[in-house]
């Protein structure tokens, strides 16, 4: 069964201050599409990254970096000068798209907040 | 539209009373999905449309939860006899491919729902 794990609950940083959210996952097939939403407190789930179980490489896109280690069954999230803007919870999600599946499996997110 | 919608944005019921959930998907999407997110909690997986036809409703947790999409646009989350343990924010999300492991979803701010 598919699973995925943020186990950091809470994170508090200081503002400019770089943080890393964790994510592991679980699944027993080779096609799969990990993904990042953020959801600040208007609630709006807003995508930030989608990668399939093929690309190991890692992606940055201005502050935003992502480490996808397929080795650990990891795709951890790096945001880099952290701002007050950031803070939200951000979760991370599962597909098994290779099965067809349709949904995605989301984990138990990450509450940041950033300091000023 | 510009975003996907949901209305009511907050409704407060009572137990046992019948609610009905509306999702105006972004134009031309062909997939909706109804999730649904409990306290503190990553979003769960409801049900997932293709057009008109409900392709998976394997998340729907019993049969008191129902929904329809009869024009392949707009949805409706139909919940009978609520109970208290149905509160929860529940969200809609809708995307424009057909290969669904690989979607990226555009989710709604969600229809907050409290049964008292």
């Known amino acids: 069964a598919q699973k995925v794990t943020q186990a950091q609950t809470e994170i508090s940083v200081v503002e400019k201050e770089d943080v890393t959210l964790d994510c592991v996952y679980e699944?027993?097939?080779?096609?799969?599409?990990l993904f990042w939403y953020k959801q600040p407190p208007s609630g709006e789930l807003v995508f930030l990254i989608r990668?399939?179980?093929?690309?190991?490489q890692n992606e940055i896109s201005g502050r935003y970096s992502w480490n996808f280690q397929k080795s650990t069954s990891s795709f951890n999230f790096t945001i880099t000068a952290s701002q007050v803007v950031d803070s939200a919870v951000y979760f991370c999600?599962?597909?098994?798209?290779?099965?067809?599946?349709?949904?995605?499996?989301f984990g138990t997110g990450t509450r940041l907040t950033v300091i000023p | 539209g510009a975003g996907v919608s949901q209305t009511p944005s907050n409704k407060v019921t009572e137990k046992g009373k019948y609610v009905e959930l509306r999702c105006d998907p972004i134009?031309?999407?062909?997939?909706l999905y109804w999730y649904r997110q409990s306290l503190g909690q990553g979003p769960e997986f409801l049900i997932y449309?293709?057009?008109?036809?409900?392709?998976?409703d394997s998340g729907l947790p019993n049969d008191r939860f129902f929904a329809v999409r009869p024009e392949g646009s707009v949805s409706t989350l139909k919940i009978q006899r609520t109970e208290r343990g149905d509160s929860a924010v529940y969200l809609c999300?809708?995307?424009?491919?057909?290969?669904?492991?690989?979607?990226?979803?555009?989710f709604g701010a969600g229809s907050r729902l409290t049964v008292l």
């Open positions: 999300a809708s995307s424009p491919n057909r290969d669904p492991g690989a979607n990226v979803l555009t």
């Open positions: 699944t027993r097939d080779t096609t799969y599409y």
């Open positions: 990668r399939n179980s093929f690309d190991e």
């Open positions: 999600a599962l597909s098994e798209g290779g099965t067809g599946a349709n949904n995605l499996f």
């Open positions: 134009s031309g999407h062909t997939a």
């Open positions: 449309f293709q057009g008109t036809g409900a392709a998976d």
